[in-house]
């Protein structure tokens, strides 16, 4: 498993689609990135297909919401798309 870093959680995203990013540690587990929101809170993304999972005051309100999410496969492909088409560039 690929260490802790700064801003990035882990969650279970069991929906079998191929990781993006080489530290994402399996294709059963989803990271997310922490930013902080204009409202003052916190949003969580997925980083596997960019949607915000959840968003609170604190990061450990993410947690539950972050456990639950799936990534939807269509939103996955169109992201490896458009990533593949700016590798091209």
Not at 61 to 69: C, I, M, Y
Request: net charge negative; hydrophobic share 35%.
């Amino acid at each position: 498993m690929a260490p802790e870093q700064p801003g990035i959680s882990q969650g279970s995203c069991a929906d079998g689609i191929e990781v993006i990013g080489p530290e994402v540690p399996d294709m059963n587990s989803a990271m997310f990135r922490h930013l902080p929101n204009k409202r003052g809170g916190i949003d969580s993304i997925c980083l596997r297909c960019l949607l915000t999972v959840a968003v609170g005051k604190y990061g450990s309100q993410l947690t539950r919401d972050e456990s639950k999410h799936k990534c939807d496969p269509a939103q996955v492909e169109a992201l490896e798309l458009w990533l593949d088409k700016l590798t091209l560039i």
